[in-house]
Each structure stands twice: as C-alpha cells, then as structure tokens.
C-alpha cells in the first residue's frame, strides 16, 4: 500500500495527457518519503458514463483516492496529502484554467485486520536499485 487511485471524466482525456498526471502523482508520493516505493500503486480510470454540476457537456472531473495503511499520525498524513494534491494540480494547471473543471483529493485508511496483500515487489525494487538483478 499506498494505491492512489484516479477516476476521470471521458471529456478531459483530450485536455490532460493523464500519464504524466499519474507520473506527477507517483513522483510525488515517492517525494514525501512516507510511502515505500514496493507498496505504491497509482492507476487510472476513465468513466464514460457522468454528469458534473449542471449537466453541462463541457464540465470535466478528476477524483483522486488513496487508500493506504494505518500507523501514520496525522500530521504526517496531511503533509502528505498536501504534497501530492499539489502535484497533482500543478500538472492540470492548464486544464483547470481553460475548462469547467473539478479536481478533488481524498484519503482512506484501510483496516488493518480485513487488508490482505501477497507482495515480492520491496526485496525486487531493492534488489534492482542496488544493481543486484
């Protein structure tokens, strides 16, 4: 864990490269040094099927979850989430100050008893930085 987790109006795809959203995202994320780099996962979903605000065709949308383990105070959470709305705004600048456009942001924490996870990917990303493949 963490998963962030990108769900987007079909009327922004032509407006916002998302992979370099999801690039800024992770980049990010891995920047505030609270989530470990085998754990994070950051995707995309595009939903066809939306009414934003009034209805309006050209309104657009881009909500951002993440979902993450407990055991981080706070603080250390708000920081967090600040930093990487920011970048996540920052790499939508343009869009937001062309279109009718609504960006939003937020963070769950999963149960620590009902998470399941099955993940080789820290020794494999560790092995791989330290040249070890």
Do not use: W
């Amino acid at each position: 864990m963490p998963h962030f987790i990108v769900e987007y109006s079909a009327n922004l795809t032509d407006k916002v490269d998302i992979p370099d959203v999801l690039t800024a995202v992770h980049t990010a994320a891995l920047e505030t040094k609270v989530f470990p780099v085998g754990g994070l996962r950051v995707r995309a979903f595009r939903c066809d099927d939306y009414l934003v605000a009034d209805g309006h065709p050209d309104n657009c949308y881009l909500h951002m979850t993440l979902r993450m383990g407990q055991g981080r105070d706070a603080e250390t959470k708000m920081a967090a989430g600040e930093a990487v709305f920011a970048a996540l705004c920052d790499s939508m600048a343009d869009a937001f100050d062309n279109n009718a456009l609504g960006i939003s942001f937020a963070i769950e924490e999963l149960d620590p008893v009902l998470n399941f996870k099955k993940n080789n990917l820290h020794e494999i990303v560790a092995a791989r930085a330290a040249g070890k493949e």
